[in-house]
């Protein structure tokens, strides 16, 4: 789901601007959203005229979804601009390292998913206004696109698998119980 609190218009800025300056991205940039997607990002490829890069797909079922993400170039995890989010880590950050693809984040640098994405090296942070990182952030993607270097070199993603969270939460719901009578 991409609603209108995840679609910032730096994002869209950036990639026209990049548009603008290179021919080759213009023809290669293609952004596609599945599922429920707010009507304020057409309206945003509307105005930045990118019409032409954006599609918007039927939900398909979770399983489905899964092999989409692992075929993507990148995958863009744009948060919410709130300030009542610390320690908020949306999900689909844990669906997107599994898929070990390389991660684009819209949010706040210094927030939970840009640790972790900074962390297991999945990706790339950009803040919400910060339009000239984003670009930067953008054409290193491009650039690896251009190389054919498709390989994520993230590390420590393993610790953030479905596994090993669960068994951090038995571990400590354990710690919790110990001693205590049923």
Not at 149 to 167: C, D
Request: include cysteine; proline fraction near 3%; hydrophobic fraction near 40%.
């Amino acid at each position: 789901m991409f609603s209108r609190a995840r679609n910032h218009e730096s994002f869209w800025q950036a990639i026209s601007e990049m548009c603008q300056e290179n021919a080759y991205f213009a023809k290669d940039v293609k952004v596609i959203f599945y599922g429920i997607t707010d009507p304020s990002v057409m309206q945003m490829a509307e105005k930045y005229n990118l019409n032409d890069s954006v599609e918007i797909r039927d939900y398909i079922p979770h399983d489905k979804i899964v092999d989409k993400m692992a075929a993507a170039w990148v995958l863009l995890l744009s948060v919410h601009d709130s300030p009542n989010l610390k320690g908020f880590v949306p999900g689909k950050l844990f669906e997107y390292l599994a898929s070990k693809r390389p991660i684009l984040c819209l949010g706040p640098e210094n927030g939970d998913s840009a640790g972790i994405i900074t962390e297991t090296k999945a990706g790339l942070v950009s803040g919400f206004k910060d339009k000239n990182k984003l670009k930067i952030n953008l054409s290193v993607f491009y650039s690896d696109f251009i190389n054919g270097r498709i390989e994520m070199n993230s590390s420590k993603i393993e610790k953030f698998s479905r596994k090993s969270l669960t068994a951090k939460l038995a571990e400590i719901l354990d710690e919790m119980t110990t001693g205590t009578e049923v």
